[in-house]
Structure formats: structure tokens, C-alpha cells
């Protein structure tokens, strides 16, 4: 009798043991279909959607300062020849409306691509003074330009400097170049190789820290021009840098 209550006992303990067994499998099985679902690469039901920009070239140079005026006035007698300078230089000339002309030209790279620069005018000494070179033999009509690198008063005073618009830390027409802080005689050639100018540097660029230049210009006036208003346009043209 005691041997079938133990018979019995085990029976039952036996059946227990495996129905728990059958549950832990079947748990396990249900936790690993979940964690299959889950993972990446599972079959499953899934959907994608996608975020897209195309970002344009935009090439834009612009003279924030573009304008040198010297005003009226004339040579002082027994003066052969006025010089003037955009850089503070008035030797030999009354100025009846205007001071000291302190201001260059100013030209910014506001694109975002580095450009290929290059300046031009539409007359030469002759045709903008109507006068012949001065008794020195000087060109009457030059120009140089400077990099606008962080030195006070180069190129300050033409647009608002905030955390976005900051004077320039470094040079900002690289890659060749023509060497800079030279007066050179202007270029009003309109065919063949210099159709657009001087060909200023080829790396031009538009961080907001490198994307300045100074464009000064300097004029000598003889006696002999004649008495009336002068000017001259300076163009500056970019192509993409290569």
C-alpha cells in the first residue's frame, strides 16, 4: 500500500513538473518571437519616410562700399599735377566741397561658393581725365587692393559687425594671386584674354572671416584736363573657383 501512495505521489509530481516544463517553453518561445519582431532585419510590418535639402550654388559678390568722390575743386596754380588718393593723399588740388577722401571700395563675397575675381574698368587714365600722363610719366589712373584682414579702420564702417557679420581674421582672396598693396595701372581692356579684367586671385572666399577686400584708387590730374565732371566705373566679376 505505501509503495502505490508513493507510486502515486511521484505520478502526480512527475505530471507537474512537466506542465511547468511545457510553460517555461512555451514562455520562452513567446519572449523570442517578440525580441525577433523587435530587432532589426525581422520580418515585420514596417514603413520609412525620408528627409531630403538640395543646396544650391549661390554666387554673389557685392560692393558694400562703392563709391569714391573726390568732389569739385581744382590744381592749385603752380601745381603741374594733383595727386589723389582713396587713402587720404590730396597733394596739389583745392577741394571746394569735400575733405580728405579716407574710403576704398569695398567688395564682399556674400555667396556661399569661392570665386575666381576678377576687375575692370570702362576707361582708361586718357579717357576718364581727358588728360595725358603727368610730367612724370605716371599712369593718372591706378588701383591696388588689400585683403580686409582684422586691422582697425581697413575696411570698418561699411556694414554691422554682430556674432554673424565679423571683420575678416584672415586673407580672403587666395589661391593665385596678384600680388596685393600694389597700385597698378587700370585694366579697360575689352578684348582677348583680360575681356574681364585683372584676374585679382582665383580662390575668393565667402566665410563670413575671409570674404573682404579694400580696393583704393589713385589719380593723378594735370593742369591741362580739361574743366568738367569726370568719372569711371570699376566692374568686378566672379566666376566659380576651380
Known amino acids: 500500500m505505501t509503495s502505490q501512495k508513493t507510486l502515486v505521489v511521484f505520478a502526480i509530481v512527475s505530471v507537474v513538473v512537466s506542465l511547468f516544463g511545457l510553460f517555461m517553453a512555451f514562455s520562452a518561445v513567446n519572449t523570442m518571437n517578440n525580441w525577433l519582431a523587435l530587432s532589426p532585419g525581422a520580418t515585420g510590418n514596417q514603413t520609412l519616410g525620408t ?75 586718357t579717357a576718364f581725365l581727358m588728360a595725358p600722363l603727368d610730367s612724370t610719366g605716371t599712369e593718372n589712373f591706378t588701383y591696388k587692393y588689400r585683403n580686409c584682414v582684422n586691422v582697425a579702420g581697413t575696411c570698418a564702417g561699411y556694414r554691422a559687425l554682430t556674432p554673424t557679420n565679423v571683420n575678416d581674421l584672415t586673407v580672403a582672396c587666395g589661391g593665385t594671386v596678384m600680388a596685393a598693396d600694389v597700385y597698378r595701372n587700370v585694366n579697360s581692356t575689352n578684348g582677348g584674354s583680360y575681356i574681364l579684367g585683372d584676374r585679382l586671385c582665383t580662390q575668393f572666399g565667402f566665410l563670413e572671416t575671409a570674404d573682404e577686400l579694400r580696393i583704393d584708387v589713385a589719380i593723378a590730374l594735370p593742369t591741362t584736363a580739361p574743366v568738367n565732371p569726370k568719372g569711371a566705373i570699376m566692374t568686378a566679376t566672379a566666376e566659380v573657383a576651380p
Open 51 to 125: 528627409v531630403n535639402i538640395t543646396v544650391q550654388s549661390n554666387l554673389v559678390i557685392v560692393f558694400t562700399n562703392d563709391t569714391i568722390d573726390w568732389g569739385s575743386g581744382y590744381v592749385i596754380s603752380g601745381t603741374p599735377v594733383a595727386n589723389l588718393t582713396s587713402e587720404g593723399l590730396m597733394q596739389g588740388w583745392f577741394n571746394a566741397t569735400k575733405g580728405n577722401v579716407t574710403n576704398g571700395f569695398v567688395l564682399e563675397n556674400t555667396g556661399n561658393q569661392n570665386a575666381t575675381l576678377y576687375l575692370k574698368t570702362d576707361k582708361n587714365a
